[in-house]
C-alpha cells in the first residue's frame, strides 16, 4: 500500500506563494508516477501536474502553467509543489498521488490516479 502524506497548504492572498510536499513511501527507483491534483468544493477534481518517474516528463495543466513548479526528489522520497501568483479561482484541497501507469495513460483516463492522501488545504483571498 501507498502512503502519501502532504503538507505545507495555508492561507495566502491573491498574488502570493505556497510550496506543498508530499511525503511517500516510494522507494527511490520505484516506476511510479507522482502528480498533484485539486478539488474546488462542488466540482469535480482537476489534474495539477504530473512527472514520470525520473522527471523525464512532466505535464502541467493549463491553468497553472507558467505559475506552479512540480518537483521530484527520489532520494528523499518527496514530492514538491511550488506555487506563485496564486489566484482565489486556485482554493481548493491539494492532493498528491501515485500511479504505476506511464503518463500517457494517466493523461487519457483525465487525471485518475490509483493512490491519493488525505489532501492540504490552499485557501487564496
Known amino acids: 500500500h501507498v502512503q502519501l502524506v502532504e503538507s505545507g497548504g495555508g492561507s495566502v492572498q491573491a498574488g502570493g506563494s505556497l510550496r506543498l510536499s508530499c511525503a511517500h513511501s516510494?522507494?527511490?527507483?520505484?516506476?511510479?508516477?507522482l502528480a498533484w491534483f485539486r478539488q474546488a468544493p462542488g466540482k469535480e477534481p482537476e489534474g495539477v501536474a504530473l512527472?514520470?518517474?525520473?522527471?523525464?516528463?512532466?505535464y502541467y495543466n493549463n491553468p497553472v502553467k507558467g505559475r506552479f513548479t512540480v518537483s521530484r526528489h527520489n532520494v528523499n522520497n518527496t514530492l514538491y509543489l511550488e506555487m506563485k501568483n496564486l489566484q482565489p479561482e486556485d482554493t481548493a484541497m491539494y492532493y498528491c498521488?501515485?500511479?504505476?501507469?506511464?503518463?500517457?495513460?494517466?493523461?487519457?483516463?483525465?487525471?485518475?490516479?490509483?493512490?491519493r492522501g488525505k489532501g492540504t488545504q490552499v485557501t487564496v483571498s
Open positions: 498521488a501515485a500511479d504505476q501507469r506511464q503518463t500517457r495513460a494517466i493523461l487519457s483516463s483525465g487525471w485518475n490516479f490509483q493512490f
Open positions: 516510494l522507494g527511490s527507483y520505484d516506476s511510479n508516477c
Open positions: 512527472v514520470s518517474p525520473f522527471s523525464q516528463n512532466v
